[in-house]
């Protein structure tokens, strides 16, 4: 059986991946250090045979014994307000830790390394709907430099390991994905949203609401991540729903799916916020098949009942 390292496996993504994984027949190890996953995530996988759970940070290498053909790397704060809070640390993550994740499938003759990329290297995007050919508009000294730039010094040393050691290196452009497993205090839009309209609290949007986003179904961004781990596209490509909506259009299919009666508030707009957000996917359709499946009133269906069946905050 093939052996798959996934860095951040006990996180949001992290943990359906690994469960995607195990289904495939992938023997799985998640390495996390739980700094914003929990062991709740993957609470159902401890005892499946073939699934390891490492608690360890990867900025200071990943110590992992045995074979190794594939090695995802996942691990780094991924909610603005946390990434704000640990901008030293997820620069580490996203430069040092990367480095560790690659040094880890060098040192296996053949493995196979899938970097977690996301829609933020192409920062308040000029071109739409964003192609992994655009280069993106970045500050590179906003507050989301922190995690924007860690994230492209990610794909530039993913894409040099490739050119030096002849590695086999994928690069995923994650698009806003939710599901269940999408903490209510995470800090996204759909978080917030959905655990608002259920705590009958007013919905706050940023701005007059109009900027657009595009919302991916966790189940739905990992068969694309898997797709193309298992595939032989480099990438960058971009794994996402190309379905947009503004933020006010969200807030509102939130309170139809919820039934709630809450309010919507207006808050002033971010510093840095990007105006639109959707990716153009079509170089994952044409070399995976991939589409997504899920349209945003199953998706936001699906996570409001978890969220209802009660969250576990440890
Ligand atoms: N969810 C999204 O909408 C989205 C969008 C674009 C990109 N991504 C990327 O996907 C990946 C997973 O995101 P997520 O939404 O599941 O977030 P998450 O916070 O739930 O998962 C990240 C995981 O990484 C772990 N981690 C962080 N730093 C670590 C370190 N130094 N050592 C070991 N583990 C560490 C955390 O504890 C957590 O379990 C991230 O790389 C993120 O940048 C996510």
């Given at each position: 059986m093939p052996r798959a390292v996934v860095t951040g496996g006990a996180g949001f993504i992290g943990s359906h991946l690994c469960r995607a994984l195990r289904a495939r027949d992938w023997e799985v190890v998640a390495v996390d250090d739980f700094s914003s996953g929990r062991r709740a995530n993957v609470d159902d996988l401890l005892?499946?045979?073939?699934f390891e759970l490492v608690e360890h940070d990867v900025v200071h290498g990943i110590p992992i014994a045995g074979s190794v053909d594939a090695v995802l790397h996942l691990a780094s704060p991924a909610s603005p307000p946390l990434y704000l809070a640990r901008p030293l640390a997820t620069l580490d993550v996203g430069s040092i830790g990367t480095q560790h994740a690659l040094e880890l499938a060098r040192k296996h003759d053949g493995a196979r390394f899938l970097l977690a990329s996301?829609?933020?290297?192409?920062?308040?995007?000029?071109?739409?709907?964003?192609?992994?050919s655009y280069w993106g508009n970045v500050?590179?000294?906003?507050?989301r430099a922190v995690y924007d730039e860690a994230k492209r010094f990610a794909e530039a040393t993913t894409t040099a390991y490739r050119g030096v050691y002849g590695m086999d290196t994928k690069i995923a452009r994650i698009f806003n994905t939710y599901g269940p497993?999408?903490?209510?205090?995470?800090?996204?839009v759909i978080s917030n949203f959905l655990a608002q309209a259920l705590d009958g609290r007013p919905l706050t949007v940023y701005g007059d609401g109009t900027q657009t986003r595009s919302f991916c179904y966790v189940e739905d961004e990992v068969d694309g991540l898997v797709r193309l781990l298992e595939s032989t596209h480099v990438g960058p490509m971009n794994i996402g729903n190309p379905g947009e909506y503004t933020v006010l259009e969200l807030a509102e299919t939130v309170l139809d799916v919820t039934g709630s009666r809450s309010p919507i508030e207006f808050r002033p707009l971010p510093h840095d916020d990007p105006r639109q957000r959707c990716p153009d996917i079509s170089l994952a359709s044409r070399v995976l098949g991939w589409r997504p499946r899920i349209d945003l009133r199953e998706g936001l269906a699906r996570t409001s009942e978890w969220y209802r069946r009660g969250v576990d905050p440890t």
């Open positions: 005892d499946v045979p073939g996301t829609s933020e290297v192409y920062g308040d995007p000029l071109v739409h709907p964003q192609p992994e500050n590179p000294v906003g507050p497993g999408l903490q209510p205090d995470d800090g996204r």
